[in-house]
């Protein structure tokens, strides 16, 4: 089903006030590995590349403690 204009402008805007925007680049043939990876987790590639970070910088805080 399409949206109407309306409402894409709605999720734009919604998108634009509740989320900041990073762009990752990787290497050819690595985005295909990442979106199986993270399907067979049941993660979108959104999901896991936000997960993969809160983890790392959770584990890093945990690193620097020591």
Not at 16 to 34: F, M, P, T
């Amino acid at each position: 089903m399409a949206i109407s204009e309306s409402q894409r402008k709605a999720v734009a805007k919604y998108n634009a006030k509740a989320y900041d925007e990073i762009k990752v680049r990787v290497s050819k043939g690595n985005k295909d590995i990442i979106k199986a990876h993270a399907e067979g987790k049941g993660e979108s590639i959104n999901g896991f590349v936000n997960r993969a970070i809160n983890e790392t910088m959770e584990r890093d805080k945990e690193n620097k403690a020591e």
